[in-house]
């Protein structure tokens, strides 16, 4: 990835909880208008990983830098301002605000630094996710589980951002909507937006990211081209223990 | 009782439930966004009231030395996190807010003679003195301790409380004072006289509510509160900072504190202690509320205050024990209703 | 300079202070003693019970005033006149009297979850306030004068240097009684209501109980207090019982440290001497009278809270040596056991459980068996639902749909507690223990059930026999896990696989048939991976049986018989490990479809 100018650069990151590492010396990088994926079994630390870069959870040491920029101990809000924007596991929705209202406020920042354009926007975002302009009115809690996530996301893209953390964004739902998903951030790249994308759900990362890192109780296992790592055997072995032999 | 009694006591409730009903709404706010259990609330409702009550006695305010204090305070802290955190833009702004704005009241205050302004003037003045001194607290008691436990916060705000009675005997005496009336017009409907205060009361509290709505429901910072209060991580992550929307909320508490005060001055004499009491009644709906809805705080509310009257007819004496250990049920069906989750310290 | 002799200055001091200092000073004195009385309440209730109560006053005033009204009301009526006179009678009375109006405010509000509680005792400190100034018989705001001084062996304590020797001899013995009930079965369930009531539950421990015992008891403090309150002022009125007082209360317990027993005399001693000595110059610096004080105290408290939340006790024993923990290993006879079930006899079964939270279904149609003496493991991705299944097994929640029986007995709607004493134990996924007491102790709360002893002899201390026993048999599980280094340390000290092997123990020390682990080997390194499942073994070699939810592949494929698979709350496999990893639906539920 020699030519593509790197955005996002996490370096020897690591995070303790009280006297536990949950993050040992992950180093990633993710370049501009790639999709970058960290997979790996649960409690591996990659929701740790986004939250610390995203500023929610402090980091012992390491770095993280943005476009070369070293940034010290961001808060959430300034990293919001720089154009990084995360979709939490949680999904951290408004629940008793319309759809509407929700977009909205992903233009929060855009509103305090001056910009008007939050109509534009959501205009744009409604043609990537038609069925949240049907339920423009309606609120964030009544939605079913797959309009949530999507929510989330558009909601995140009202932001307009430069980089994108995902997590989980397939968590729970349906093997259809995983697909829309899917093809949704496959079509956010189209457009220009960095993705980091954490993910359970190996098979469908792996199909739709550029580079990939697999995350084992912390640390960084193994990397390399996605097409690469989706039929190597010591993933599935991350996965299901030793018996990954088949 | 009689018809005409009863009617007379329902508006007397009317008009102190409209109160506890405005404080009411600010307790739920507060809470909602911030965590934080406003008891202080009160103490906005007497220095709002000795505020006006000092311009039209033609005395400086103490709420004016307060401001000017507290204004030195933040700006001190602030100034030296602005300095440690490599932030020096932010001074002029810490400046400005907490250092130029206070001396400006003061200029007003001393060069103008607040107490030959009209009644509408001397109101704008006396929240001008007392509103910022919301966020101000807010920076300096509760800021710190933004992820401390609730019954942390509690306690702070029990302590808070505590240093401004303090300081409102220390600024205003310990006699009461009494506004009048805005006006002296009285309606005669039939059986019973309502008095143009009432009215006054019960509409400007109203208004209140309904601006307040438009607030929330219509301005993108109204919705980042509801959304801070919803989900404090969610709107975090839209940039939303939760700074910002506990510094809103007090200052939005401490306008319908001092409002409150400004409107029931004329109807009772207050004095620097008089807002605990009144606050904790407003309490009384906000926890009926369960801390979180509006309309059933504001029902509540008014219910207190028309218990209240009509206590205050059968046992005069015993109108503060009947209006509180009526809270002990209420607390023990709210505590019934609400899911309990275990919190860590 | 060691401890104990600390302990003796300080005991000597108390004996010769009233001899040399001058009148006012004995008076502060005493007035710190009876304060601190009350304040010892709240640490117990507060600082290690966790619940805030601004209303302390409130039974102080109860105390006061119940011996005041009955040693001088005249004209009793004829069936209780024979109360009257004595303050003897009135200190027992009042003792009924505050036991009885606290046991029901207590079962009333002490339901109240998290900041009800404490907005539950402004509201009664204020009524009983009202109540005191508004009622006739006792003197209405003017209060009631002619209090009788106390006599002790024919000596009128109307001095307050003799007055003083009862004062803190109260101090003193309510100081004794609360560090020995806190240093006992009883005090170990008591400090676990701060922050661990979901693990003392699943320990058998009644935590209602436990909260109304302290609420009690900080009441009972509060009300001889107010007795020795009433014959030392030999007048009452409401102003002391207030809720204003209420709160400087609390914030002595807050400022001296409310988590420790000393740090309520600290709080009081700095509470009352700053308050006298501000109330003497604030009004001559600021030209006004008042009280003034409660700016200094506002402030001070927010400062406190801000910066030094453990208040001043744990600032000076910096200063000051500790006593050295104890370090020898209890003995003490074993505890009976019950008889353990025959290996392969059914343990646990559950039928066809659902679980449901609104609309969502956590479990649907669960069924699962553990059988005596294997270890069955329960996988599946994140949010496929195992921890409600663990929990609707263990009583932390239930049901909504389904029944579970336990070793053939209906346990499906009983709660933590009722099934922890039927032989289940378990551990948590998010560890749940109580870091600031030693790992001993934390075991120990695992054999709570154990031991039967209640509050009032623990407070005497009469019950160091079960006391021995229960350490000795917790110090036993703490050998048998491996952390025998490690007992006295504090269990937040412990590195997260400790901790988590130290739960083992802990559910170990309640003697169960049947242990539940939720992830223990989340965080553990290999080597300590292997010594637990060594220790699962041998246990499950003993006829345990074990039901594991676990991430660690290689863990559970090395260690289970039984292996149930979950994905979207369903049961997708079930089986034996090997068959369970060839099971395309279980690749499929790990790695994701293809399309």
């Known amino acids: 990835m020699a030519e593509i100018k790197t955005i996002l650069e996490v370096e020897d990151l690591c995070v303790s909880y009280g006297k536990v590492e949950a993050l040992h010396h992950a180093s990633i990088k993710v370049g501009e208008g790639q999709i970058v994926t960290v997979i790996g079994p649960n409690g591996a630390g990659k929701t740790t990983m986004l939250c610390s870069i995203m500023g929610l959870l402090p980091h012992t040491s390491g770095a993280i830098r943005f476009l070369g920029q070293k940034l010290g101990d961001a808060e959430v809000e300034q990293m919001v301002s720089l154009g990084i924007n995360l979709v939490p596991e949680s999904r951290a929705l408004f629940g008793e605000m319309s759809v509407g209202d929700n977009l909205l406020l992903g233009a929060f920042m855009r509103h305090l630094a001056g910009h008007r354009d939050h109509e534009q926007i959501m205009e744009e975002v409604f043609q990537i996710f038609p069925r949240l302009k049907e339920r423009r009115e309606q609120h964030a809690g009544t939605l079913s589980g797959g309009e949530r996530q999507m ?28 697909r829309e998903i899917f093809r949704v951030i496959a079509d956010l790249k189209k457009s220009g ?12 990362a792996l199909q739709v ?10 640390e960084i296992a193994l990397e390399g081209a996605s097409d690469q790592l989706i039929d190597d055997p010591k993933v599935v072995e991350s996965y299901l223990g030793l018996g990954g032999k088949r | 009782m009689d018809l005409q009694i009863a009617l007379l006591l329902g508006q007397d409730g009317m008009t102190n439930g409209a109160i506890y009903a405005l404080l009411s709404l600010a307790l739920v706010l507060v809470f909602a966004v911030t965590r934080v259990i406003f008891i202080p609330q009160g103490e906005f409702v007497a220095f709002g009231a000795l ?36 932030m020096p833009r932010r001074i002029l702004r810490i400046v400005g807010w907490n250092l130029v704005y206070p001396a400006a009241a003061a200029a007003v205050v001393f060069l103008l003679k607040p107490g030959d302004f009209p009644l509408l003037a001397q109101i704008v003045l006396a929240l001008a003195l007392v509103v910022p001194l919301g966020p101000m607290i807010y920076r300096l008691a509760f800021q710190p301790l933004a992820e401390a436990s609730v019954l942390v916060l509690l306690i702070v705000a029990v302590a808070v409380h505590l240093a401004l009675v303090g300081l409102g005997l220390l600024f205003f005496g310990a006699e009461g004072s009494r506004t009048p009336a805005f006006s002296d017009a009285s309606f005669n409907l039939g059986l019973v006289t309502v008095s143009g205060q009432t009215l006054w009361v019960v509409g400007a509290s109203l208004l209140l509510i309904v601006v307040l709505f438009a607030f929330f429901e219509r301005t993108i910072y109204g919705k980042a509160l509801r959304a801070t209060a919803m989900n404090r991580t969610g709107a975090r992550l839209m940039g939303i900072s939760t700074v910002m929307a506990g510094r809103l909320s007090f200052l939005l508490a401490a306008l319908i504190g001092a409002f409150s005060g400004i409107l029931i001055a004329p109807i009772t004499t207050v004095y620097y202690d008089t807002g605990f009491l009144i606050g904790l009644k407003g309490f009384v709906g906000a926890i009926v509320g369960g801390l979180a809805s509006y309309p059933i705080a504001a029902a509540g509310a008014i219910l207190v205050g028309l218990l209240e009257s009509f206590s205050s007819f059968w046992a005069s004496a015993f109108k503060e024990v009947i209006v509180f250990t009526l809270i002990i049920p209420v607390l023990v069906w709210r505590s019934l209703t609400t899911r309990h989750v275990e919190e860590d310290e | ?22 009148e006012f000073q004995v008076t502060l004195l005493n007035y710190i003693g009876l304060y601190a009385i009350v304040a010892l309440g709240l640490v117990l209730l507060t600082g290690v019970g966790g619940l805030t109560s601004f209303g302390q006053a409130a039974f102080v005033g109860l105390g006061a005033y119940t011996t005041a009204y009955l040693s001088t009301a005249e004209g009793l009526p004829g069936w209780a006149s024979i109360l009257g006179g004595s303050p003897w009678i009135g200190l027992l009375v009042g003792l009924l009297v505050t036991a009885l109006v606290a046991y029901l405010l207590g079962l009333l509000t002490l339901r109240l979850s998290g900041h009800y509680l404490p907005l539950g005792t402004i509201a009664w400190g204020i009524s009983l306030y009202f109540l005191f100034g508004n009622l006739e018989f006792l003197g209405g705001h003017t209060g009631m004068s002619g209090i009788p001084a106390l006599s002790l062996f024919g000596i009128e304590l109307k001095d307050g240097r003799k007055f003083y020797y009862v004062v803190w001899l109260a101090v003193l013995g309510a100081v004794w009684l609360t560090q020995n009930l806190l240093d006992s079965r009883e005090g170990r369930a008591i400090r676990a209501l701060k922050g661990g009531v979901v693990m003392a539950e699943a320990m058998g421990v009644d935590t209602a109980r436990s909260k109304v015992m302290i609420f009690l008891v900080a009441a009972l403090f509060a009300c001889v207090s107010g007795w020795l309150y009433a014959h030392l ?55 006004a009278s008042g009280n003034f004080e409660v700016i200094v105290f506002g402030v001070m408290m927010i400062f406190v809270l801000q910066r030094a939340r453990d208040g001043l006790w744990p600032i000076l024993t910096r200063f000051v040596p500790q006593r050295e923990a104890k370090r020898e290993v209890p003995q003490g006879e074993a505890l009976p056991k019950k008889p353990t079930p025959e290996s392969g006899q059914v343990l646990l079964e559950a039928r066809n459980v659902f679980k449901r939270f609104g609309g969502l279904v956590a479990n649907n149609n669960m069924s699962l068996t553990v059988k005596a003496g294997e270890v069955m493991a329960l996988i599946g991705p994140n949010g496929a639902g195992k921890s409600t299944m663990f929990n609707c097994v263990s009583g932390v929640d239930s049901a909504s749909e389904g029944e579970v029986l336990f070793r053939g007995e209906a346990v499906t709607n009983l709660n933590s507690r009722q099934i922890a004493r039927r032989g289940m134990s378990r551990t948590f996924q998010h560890v749940r223990l109580l870091p600031t007491m030693t790992v001993l102790e934390n075991v120990a709360i695992g054999g709570h059930l154990r031991g039967s002893k209640g509050v009032l002899s623990a407070m005497l201390h009469l019950e160091r026999g079960e006391e021995a026993r229960l350490l000795a048999e917790a110090a036993r599980q703490v050998e048998r896990v491996g952390l025998k280094d490690s007992m006295f340390g504090l269990a937040g000290s412990l590195a997260l696989g400790q901790q988590r092997t130290m739960e083992i123990a802990r559910a170990l020390c309640a003697d169960p048939c049947l242990l539940l682990l939720d992830e223990p080997a989340a965080g553990l390194r290999y080597m300590e991976k292997q010594s637990l499942a060594k220790l699962l073994r041998k246990l499950r070699g003993e006829g345990m049986g074990i039901l594991l939810v676990e991430h660690d592949m290689d863990f559970v494929m090395g ?26 639906a279980v690749l499929e539920a790990y790695l994701g479809g293809v399309d």
């Open chain 1, 151 to 178: 929510l989330a996301l558009a909601r995140a893209l009202m932001a307009k951002p430069k980089v994108l953390l995902l997590d989980e964004p397939s968590l729970g739902l349906a093997p259809l909507i995983v």
């Open chain 1, 193 to 204: 937006v960095s993705i980091l994308l954490v993910e359970q759900n190996a098979r469908a």
């Open chain 1, 209 to 218: 990211a550029d580079y990939a890192y697999v995350l084992e109780t912390g």
């Open chain 2, 51 to 86: 505020t006006l009550a000092s311009f039209q006695a033609g005395k400086t305010p103490g709420t004016l030395w307060l401001l000017i204090g507290a204004g030195v305070v933040v700006a001190l802290v602030d100034v030296t996190q602005a300095l440690r955190s490599g």
């Open chain 3, 1 to 22: 300079m060691p401890p104990r002799l600390v302990l003796s200055g300080f005991l000597g001091l108390l004996l010769i202070l009233p001899l040399v200092a001058s």
């Open chain 3, 233 to 287: 002022q030999r007048f009452v009125n409401p102003t002391p019982f207030g809720l204003h007082i209420g709160i400087e209360y609390l914030f002595m317990a807050v400022v001296g440290g409310a988590a420790h027993v000393w740090g309520a005399l600290i709080g009081a001693g700095v509470i009352t001497v700053l308050k006298q000595w501000l109330q003497d110059w604030l009004p001559k610096l600021l030209g």
């Open chain 3, 559 to 584: 260690l289970a018989d039984r292996v149930v698979v979950m994905e979207f709350g369903e049961k997708i496999a079930e089986g034996l490990p090997d068959e369970v990893q060839r099971d395309p």
